[in-house]
């Protein structure tokens, strides 16, 4: 069960014209279950991505960037993403590459483009052999259905671990032409984006540059994806897309200008919902915690503090409890790496409940307010460290019972 | 249940001519039990301790650390630490440095000595106030059954979550002068210590001059308590004391000797045992993991890997299920920060399974064999890295349902 976050109604889930959407059950892990995805783009679309750091990138995210890149050198456009789940396909080596490239080659053959233009991603159990027969097999069955109302299906197709889809719509009027725009996600597990999420596609259908959407991408995930985390894992299959179809009379060339300005803020929002969709589906979530760290030096030293208390078990377990032991949290600021920070000025709230002054237990602090605080299931911890102006967001989840029984059995 | 690790016999854990111990119950948090503890030592005695690098650093901590620098200073030499459980004294501000230097009054008053030749400690719950009143009442019954031979009470008396007593004799004979040395520690949960440990204290019966002390005193935290880790949670009041209480005829003035290697390797050991002994009573552990980094560039490279392993929570339920989902450790070593590793040269061992070949799954692996080690209790991950020389061990524990049931619970 999602924390404060009901299934979305298919109803709710709005086309986006020039994308259509097909899913299939090939049977990749297990049967009868949706698990491959195919997202075809209309000509005049771009696409942008920002994927995971870790050096251990999956094998489909070492060649999305590669078609990516050779996009960038005029091969043509990109004409479809290819989702799997089941497989991450990643601590596969050059067994894994192949078969990536052969999801490409086979796509491409069906919807008679390049292999270039096609961009593919998988998820699920790493360092297990993609089957890749069965994946190109599903591929028919999953373009016989592509449609621009299939989002909703779409969102279950790319789920593993999430207990629901996460999907969400919004839409902005820029110069008096409506921008329309979808976006999904999946992850619920392995969840420390460093550059993206485990997986996310949001697609509008303004017309948008190259460069500028290059640009949005990363703005959208530094504000959404790149301030969740679940467990503190950094996946290898973290991807991001942005897809921008071009459908609408809406053209963005340019981020110095108003339009830009509007489009942005919608997608970062809608963004940022789909990254909270993900916290409130935790692997055993019973509760959504916002970080704020103010008045830092700099913003990097403000997110140590955050992921810090973010990632650390004892926090993470008393919130599960419910139980104020806040002076957990006191700990994760202090072993966070900022090596120079003067605690007797520190000053901590839960909520509206001011815990912490000046680095000591706030003598007017009592336990019973707390102890309020802690049986919400929403929850803001505000660090404030009084060196300087910059601050950030970071949100999380707590770690119960549920978390370790989802994950001793994961691939049972 | 420690893992592998029987609760030692009290006859095992032999006197050191030099130190006394008297303990006591008084009633601090919670009562009839030992929760008070008093280390008396020789006027001969040199001590030298390393401590937490949080930045909420506890009271008793800041004073011991002043104490230990005004000892340098030749205010006269340490004659007793006292230890109280049940609260950290730690996010308690000028309260609680109030709090700490009134025991050591208290304590310097019984003794007939200065406050500044006293070294308090503290572990418990952070952020609330330590009754110092409970504390101060109970130093004439820790006093009164000061004895040589307390040391497994002395061990009992520091306990908190953990399960059993953790306490080790060991000697050496240098010279033909035979060296008797006893430690005990204490810690299950918040435990990723960064210069020493939760609560340790060593004491050898040899005369060593200040300056060598304080030099073993780091080179065994840091082939110790350095490389454990339970939670990754480093604690406000980490401390590991190395005491020499000079009544043997042994003397050693000078790193760069026999004499040095000797006893330092035998400390050493005997640090380590004390290290294992606390990730063997991890709070809801099942399993001891080693995990080793080989052939990395430098020993903080290997270090940033193995941590990043022992904290994935991810890596531990897996242990914990017996489940060899082995491509977590693949996605933990990826993120680990190694910006440049070249993961197609990596090699990974479960034990005595070739598990990962040149960054990929080895095709020889069978799943089978990773089950069968995954299902023993001790268990070694072998990380080749083959880009340098240096190498690291730190070892770990899981993550149980255990361990969030006592984390859940553990104010209640």
Known sequence: MAVNSPIPLAADIKPVAGIALGFAEAGIKKPNRKDLLVMALAPTATVAGVFTTNRFCAAPVQVCKAHLESLHMAAGPIRALVVNTGNANAGTGDAGLAAANATCAALAELLQCEPAQILPFSTGVIL????????????????????????????????????????????????????????????????????????????????????????????????????????????????????????SALEINDIDTPEYQALSETVIALAQKLAHMIIRDGEGATKFISIVVEQGR????????????????????????????????????????????????LNMYLDDVWVAKNGGRNPDYREEDGQRVMQQSEITIRVILARGEASTTVWTCDLSHEYVSINADYRS
């Open 128 to 247: 297990e052999p993609l089957p890749i027969e069965r994946l190109v097999a599903g591929l028919p069955a999953a373009i016989s259905n592509l449609k621009e109302d299939n989002w909703f299906a779409a969102a279950e197709a790319i789920m593993t671990t999430d207990t629901q889809p996460k999907a969400a719509s919004s839409s902005v009027t820029i110069n008096g032409i409506r921008v329309n725009m979808t976006g999904i996600s999946k992850g619920a597990g392995m969840i420390k984006p460093n550059m993206a999420t485990m997986l996310g596609y949001l697609a509008l259908d303004a017309k948008v540059s190259q460069a500028v959407l290059d640009h949005l991408v990363k703005q959208a995930a530094d504000k959404s994806f790149n301030c969740i985390t679940i467990d503190g894992d950094t996946s290898t299959n973290d991807s991001f897309m942005l897809i921008a179809t071009g459908a």
């Open 298 to 345: 700099d913003v990097e030293e403000c997110r140590k503090i955050a992921y810090s208390i973010a990632h650390s078990p004892l926090v993470k377990t008393a919130f599960f409890a419910s139980d104020p032991n806040l002076g957990r949290i006191l700990a994760a600021i202090g072993y966070a790496g900022v090596n120079d920070l003067d605690v007797s000025k």
